[in-house]
T-cell receptor, first 117, second 113 residues
Framework: AQKVTQAQTEISVVEKEDVTLDCVYETRDTTYYLFWYKQPPSGELVFLIRRNSFDEQNEISGRYSWNFQKSTSSFNFTITASQVVDSAVYFCALEIYSGGGADGLTFGKGTHLIIQP | DSGVTQTPKHLITATGQRVTLRCSPRSGDLSVYWYQQSLDQGLQFLIQYYNGEERAKGNILERFSAQQFPDLHSELNLSSLELGDSALYFC????????????FGPGTRLTVL
């Protein structure tokens, strides 16, 4: 069975600092997809990024960047120059493509990010 | 706004009762997923329907059931409710059957008293 670990339960930084959220995953499948979602205080889950297991290129979107390393089974998320509006719970998730694994998204426990003004 | 709608937003009921949660997927999406978010278990996948057919089951209790209708909206039925069923229930939708981005609705907050 697959597993997603977000070891950081809560991170608190001051506005404008850079912050990295860690995500480590476990799966025996070779084809899989990784996701990050944001859950702001209002409660909805907002999609941020989707990455397949064959694409290890890092991605940057504005102040957000993602580092995917298959060698360490990690898919870390960095926010540069953090802002108060970035305060939320961030979830890393995994979906297996091939048969044999659990269906649906497997989520980590989430990291609560607090950006202090 | 993801385009996925869920009703009701909040639901308060008593133990032993039965409730129905409703979800309308994004326009054009064929796949609907249900997830439960609780403090104890975190976010857990319950069940998936694709174009009206059940496609996958996760950690869904036997007291829970779901269906997807011809217009592609879906309902999650929860019966014989227990205190532990109190949670945030999310619906998500995607175009493809698998390995596609899932867009989540705003959720239904269920409180069982």
């Amino acid at each position: 069975a697959q597993k997603v670990t977000q070891a950081q339960t809560e991170i608190s930084v001051v506005e404008k600092e850079d912050v990295t959220l860690d995500c480590v995953y476990e799966t025996r499948d070779t084809t899989y997809y990784l996701f990050w979602y944001k859950q702001p205080p209002s409660g909805e889950l907002v999609f941020l990024i989707r990455r397949n297991s064959f694409d290890e290129q890092n991605e940057i979107s504005g102040r957000y960047s993602w580092n995917f390393q298959k060698s360490t089974s990690s898919f870390n998320f960095t926010i540069t120059a953090s802002q108060v509006v970035d305060s939320a719970v961030y979830f890393c998730a995994l979906e297996i493509y091939s048969g044999g694994g659990a269906d649906g998204l497997t989520f980590g426990k989430g990291t609560h990010l607090i950006i202090q003004p | 706004d993801s385009g996925v709608t869920q009703t009701p937003k909040h639901l308060i009921t008593a133990t032993g009762q039965r409730v129905t949660l409703r979800c309308s997927p994004r326009s054009g999406d064929l796949s609907v997923y249900w997830y439960q978010q609780s403090l104890d278990q975190g976010l857990q996948f319950l069940i998936q329907y694709y174009n009206g057919e059940e496609r996958a089951k996760g950690n869904i209790l036997e007291r829970f059931s779901a269906q997807q209708f011809p217009d592609l909206h879906s309902e999650l039925n929860l019966s014989s409710l227990e205190l532990g069923d109190s949670a945030l229930y999310f619906c998500a939708s995607s175009l493809l059957q698998k390995a596609d981005t899932q867009y989540f609705g705003p959720g239904t907050r269920l409180t069982v008293l």
